[in-house]
């Protein structure tokens, strides 16, 4: 049971257009979200976070919106850069059940040519 | 300030062998975590240690694999018996008493079992 999914498996885009990650999940108890971003042989790289408790949180060319009601998050980058080309994977947790375990989804590929 | 880091970057060993996987987190990190990642996949939870203790095993796939924290800072993973199926990149979280939500991932250890 994917208790967090990533439908696309990858998204390929200009550079300085927007690229939009999304990410749908099923447990209600989830109430902390994160975006990581992942190059070839190097761990995860924390992105971005948001709280249930907010719909948008936003740093530098980064954006993640919540919309709880749907069980939807998304990652916007604008402008997109081709550093930006990396597996992006989004994460979900229960910081009140006192475990932190983060439950990821697929990931999607993202390639953003020149 | 140095992030998490896991050694060997590389492990190849043959099935049955035991292998042992070193997890060193930020310093002053109080949780840690273990993911294991396949190919194509995200990171799967395995276990979580706050300090010494071991406060959710529930992700170990089974009895074959243990996880230690003697000391509240280095972890090592152990891996009795190895199976062809163990094959994967470990993973080493670890995150901070003020910001339980974000962790911070390590390298990883790709791990064969031929």
């Known amino acids: 049971d994917q208790q967090v999914k990533q439908n696309s498996p990858s998204l390929s885009v200009q550079e300085g257009r927007i690229s939009i990650l999304n990410c749908d999940y099923t447990?209600?108890?989830?109430?902390?979200f994160l975006w990581y971003k992942k190059y070839p042989a190097e761990g995860p790289t924390f992105l971005i976070s948001?709280?249930?408790?907010?719909d948008k949180n936003e740093d530098g060319r980064f954006t993640v919106f919540l919309n709880k009601s749907a069980k939807h998050l998304s990652l916007h980058i604008v402008p997109s850069q081709p550093g930006d080309s990396a597996v992006y994977f989004c994460a979900a947790s229960s910081i009140s059940s006192n475990t932190g375990k983060l439950i990821f989804g697929q990931g999607t590929t993202l390639q953003v040519k020149p | 300030g140095a992030g998490v880091s896991q050694t060997p970057s590389n492990k190849v060993t043959e099935k049955g062998k035991y292998v042992e996987l070193r997890c060193d987190p930020i310093s002053g990190h109080t949780a840690l975590y273990w993911y294991r990642q396949s190919l194509g996949q995200g990171p799967e939870f395995l276990i979580y240690?706050?300090?010494?203790?071991?406060?959710?095993d529930s992700g170990l796939p089974n009895d074959r694999f243990f996880a230690v924290r003697p000391e509240g800072s280095v972890s090592t993973l152990k891996i009795q018996r190895t199976e062809r199926g163990d094959s994967a990149v470990y993973l080493c979280?670890?995150?901070?008493?003020?910001?339980?939500?974000?962790?911070?991932f390590g390298p990883g250890t790709r791990l064969t079992v031929l």
């Open positions: 948001i709280s249930s408790i907010k």
């Open positions: 447990n209600s108890m989830f109430d902390y």
């Open positions: 979280a670890s995150s901070s008493r003020r910001d339980t939500g974000t962790q911070y």
């Open positions: 240690f706050q300090g010494t203790g071991a406060a959710d």
